[in-house]
């Protein structure tokens, strides 16, 4: 029996723009922090910018195809260990910019190969993967002396969003060989997403010129979602040269646990007569994806892999319906299917490899119009074009080495992404349970730079 303590489309951030009114938190956040495929693996995964779906081989391969476990022909375990950071530049009249960074081990996994000598299906393999995520991004905005409020009377004194958690993901895949030409896999996959999230709004008092701090109406607010999906895929070796691959990926389906703080009973005295945390839990269907790749081998030195993943965001819906309506009706009019392209390129000198890759995603929203207040308050329609989320560009290197058995390998990513959130329009309730409103609604613009460098050890057997 679910526990729904209240409508959920009310709660954690709703924002009820005229022309939107379908958006709230729960919407953008499928599409965001559950994203299904995830931006973790191993240094050579990431080195060659995930474009293995047709070249295989590597545990992490079954990120785009299962079908890649089947070309595996030693077995080998790896662990991978990395820094990752963010730089977050945040732009209404004046620029802030956040930045932070963590260690944490993003993956480690085994590939067990066994001969089936005699057979045309002469090798089969079992993989196990876990990767891990982190999810942690602030924006600031700074005081604002141009946007004023006149009961009371106040100044905008700035506004804060931030997220800190994680997602990781945990495979168990088969794969198997015929002939060596062609390849079979299917893999099962268990998601969690785990996060905080809090927004804070300041509002300087002009008569006393005291600042005061106020909640989002619904935050803080954290989140544990724990999901299921399963992945199937086929590659052909056409000849020494060339490989095809194809696979499906299919939705992931989650239970999500919440926990949020929620505003009851809003006097006229500019007061709550309570701020509790409520719990609920609810289900979510995130879309799945199909993924054709295409790779070439030029003898033992020179592999090169492109990838096109096909996102069926629009399949993304929360449950249950009744509560939903407006999330679901928001994904159905601004979310879009979307695509995705790999390239990357590995070149071997004996024991040494050299790698490179890019990524390119595209935006799964939708332009929005609506009325906004730019940063000197004055209310205009506009029509954003990347709204709460925004395309991605990565750029990776790396580098390997062979001992014999035991290899060290090494990748750098870089990562942008440019896009508008949306605040305002919302009840911000402070410590002693007084509140305050933004009538208006309002779109700073977002620069996102994410940096990520990893080490994998592993050991072939």
């Avoid at 595996?72 to 620029?95: H, L, P």
């Avoid at 199909?290 to 090169?304: A, D, E, H, I, Q």
């Avoid at 790396?398 to 949306?422: C, E, H, R, S, V």
């Amino acid at each position: 029996m679910k526990k729904i303590l209240l409508s959920l489309c009310t709660l954690v951030g709703t924002m009820a723009f005229a022309q939107i009114k379908e958006y709230d938190q729960y919407s953008t956040n499928a599409l965001g922090l559950y994203s299904q495929d995830i931006n973790a693996g191993n240094a050579k995964y990431i080195g060659v910018g995930g474009a293995v779906g047709a070249l295989g081989s590597d545990i992490n391969s079954v990120e785009q195809n299962p079908a890649g476990l089947g070309v595996a022909i030693n077995s080998e375990v790896q662990v991978t260990a990395g820094v990752s950071s963010y730089n977050n530049e945040t732009t209404f009249g004046t620029k802030i910019n956040e930045k932070d960074n963590r260690f944490n081990f993003q993956q480690f996994g085994g590939t067990f190969v066994f001969a089936n000598e005699g057979s045309k299906w002469n090798r089969f393999s079992i993989g196990v993967a876990y990767l891990n995520q982190r999810l942690d991004n602030r924006s600031t905005i700074g005081t604002n002396e141009n946007i004023k409020f006149a009961n009371p009377d106040g100044t905008f004194a700035g506004y804060i969003k931030d997220v800190d958690g994680y997602k990781s993901k945990f495979t168990v895949n088969l794969g198997t060989s015929y002939e060596d030409k062609f390849y079979l896999g299917a893999g099962l996959n268990f998601h969690e997403t785990n996060y905080t999230s809090y927004e804070q709004y300041a509002e300087r008092d002009d008569n006393n010129g005291k600042t005061y701090v106020y909640n989002l109406n619904g935050a803080p607010y954290s989140e544990i979602g724990q999901g299921f999906s399963f992945s199937l895929g086929a590659i052909y070796k056409v000849n020494h040269n060339v490989r095809l691959g194809a696979a499906y990926h299919s939705p992931v389906w989650y239970n999500i646990a919440e926990d949020f703080y929620k505003a009851n009973n809003f006097n006229t005295d500019g007061t709550v007569d309570s701020y509790y945390m409520y719990s609920s839990d609810y289900d979510m269907t995130r879309g799945g994806r199909f993924v054709g790749s295409l790779g070439f081998v030029v003898g033992k030195n020179l592999s090169f892999g492109a990838d096109y993943t096909y996102h069926l965001n629009d399949d993304t819906k929360l449950k249950p319906k009744r509560y939903f309506a407006n999330s679901n009706n928001f994904i159905n009019d601004y979310v879009k299917n979307s695509s995705e392209v790999r390239l990357g390129a590995e070149y071997r000198i004996e024991r040494f490899k050299l790698r490179a890759g890019y990524n390119y995603v595209a935006s799964p929203m939708k332009d929005i119009t609506l009325d906004l207040a730019n940063e000197n308050n004055i209310v205009s329609k506009n029509s954003i074009s990347t709204p709460f989320i925004g395309e991605i560009n990565r750029t990776s290197f790396g580098f390997g080495y062979d001992f014999g058995g035991f290899y060290i390998d090494a990748a750098y990513q870089y990562q942008t992404q440019k896009y508008n959130y949306l605040i305002g329009k919302s009840d911000y309730v402070d410590s002693n349970n007084e509140y305050v409103s933004l009538s208006n609604a309002y779109s700073p613009k977002v620069k996102l730079n994410n940096n990520l460098f990893l080490v994998t050890l592993g050991w072939q057997f």
